[in-house]
């Protein structure tokens, strides 16, 4: 870990993405092939493409609330977005263009999360009502409603083999679901307040971070996760405080040696993940990070908040 590089007074490194106007940034997402990215605000959507040097190529503003989540396709041709307004928009993504191209409506309140299915087939949706809902990609059908959570949905994620669908609440628990066997649930752990994020690393570890201020590790144990015909061992393998006033942004290396996160505390901190030591805090952002995306391929991060920012970071990760 080279961590000179991620030295706080090397601004050389560090470079606001210039554009953003967006209010507060809730979300960023890398495409899959790392070409483009997308940020949810307070005032909508932004989409950068190529060198993220200058302001933004698209604005979309199809949505009547603050944009709450992004995801692309795993072809990396649709971008779904979701938001305070009730509704999830398809976004259709071409040369020069970026175009609506279709509204699912169902959830009674704000659309919190999202997710995609690994195969592309279908999209997850979580609602502030404590409801996931399932809908089919290519007719945008609903496909399941699963109601078990008692309080809003604030993560979902697809495990890489699609079987496994997580997600976390503010009613302090992350969740399980088994697509294949009727999307029966079990509770992986809890937090002491709500979860805030969630993140699988290849190794098989799901990381989540809360507002009670901690980061913790669950040991999914890889063979178990993508089998048929095996449960998940439920054991709490680690837990350290990581951010004062709360944890809110969550991601693992690609590897999965490193975790980063983002707090309350306006602080940017990178984690050893088997050991839980902190290998270095930054702070360049004025308000709390709020999210961070690091690139497919590594070696890029980028961080937003509520300082109405998004920060380009070069690391080695």
């Given at each position: 870990?080279?961590?000179?590089?991620?030295?706080?007074?090397?601004?050389?490194?560090?470079?606001?993405l210039r554009g953003v106007t967006f209010?507060?940034?809730?979300?960023?997402?890398?495409?899959?092939?790392?070409?483009m990215l997308a940020i949810a605000g307070g005032e909508g959507l932004a989409v950068y493409r190529g060198g993220f040097g200058g302001t933004a190529d698209f604005?979309?503003?199809?949505?009547?609330?603050?944009?709450?989540?992004?995801?692309?396709?795993?072809d990396g041709q649709l971008i779904a977005s979701c938001s305070a307004d009730t509704r999830i928009k398809l976004w259709k993504i071409a040369a020069q263009?970026?175009?609506e191209s279709a509204t699912l409506a169902g959830h009674p309140g704000s659309v919190e999360a999202l997710a995609w299915h690994p195969d592309g087939s279908s999209l997850a949706s979580g609602g502030a009502d404590g409801s996931?809902?399932?809908?089919?990609?290519?007719?945008?059908?609903?496909?399941?409603?699963?109601?078990?959570?008692?309080d809003e949905v604030t993560a979902l994620a697809f495990d890489p083999s699609g079987r496994w669908l997580f997600?976390?609440?503010?009613?302090?628990?992350?969740?399980?679901?088994?697509?294949?066997?009727?999307?029966?649930?079990d509770i992986v752990g809890?937090?002491?307040?709500?979860?805030?994020?969630?993140?699988?690393?290849?190794?098989?570890?799901?990381?989540?971070?809360?507002k009670d201020m901690s980061i913790r590790l669950w040991d999914m144990d890889p063979p178990l996760l993508n089998a048929v015909d095996s449960g998940i061992r439920r054991q709490r393998t680690r837990r350290w405080k990581a951010h004062a006033g709360g944890v809110d942004a969550l991601a693992f290396s690609p590897d999965g040696s490193l975790l980063v996160s983002g707090g309350r505390d306006n602080c940017l901190r990178?984690?050893?993940?088997?050991?839980?030591?902190?290998?270095?805090?930054l702070a360049q952002h004025r308000r709390p990070l709020l999210t961070l995306a690091l690139h497919p391929a590594g070696g890029l991060l980028a961080t937003g908040g509520g300082d109405n920012r998004v920060l380009l970071w070069a690391v080695p990760l």
């Open positions: 870990m080279q961590t000179a590089l991620l030295a706080p007074g090397n601004a050389s490194r560090i470079r606001p209010g507060w940034i809730s979300q960023l997402r890398w495409s899959p092939s790392g070409d604005h979309l503003r199809g949505h009547s609330a603050p944009v709450k989540d992004i995801a692309f396709h795993p263009s970026i175009a996931i809902r399932l809908w089919d990609a290519a007719t945008g059908a609903w496909q399941a409603l699963l109601a078990a959570h008692a997600s976390g609440s503010r009613d302090n628990s992350i969740r399980r679901w088994d697509i294949r066997a009727n999307y029966t649930c809890r937090h002491d307040d709500w979860v805030r994020e969630i993140a699988l690393s290849p190794a098989g570890f799901l990381a989540s971070a809360s990178i984690w050893e993940t088997e050991t839980g030591r902190e290998l270095a805090a």
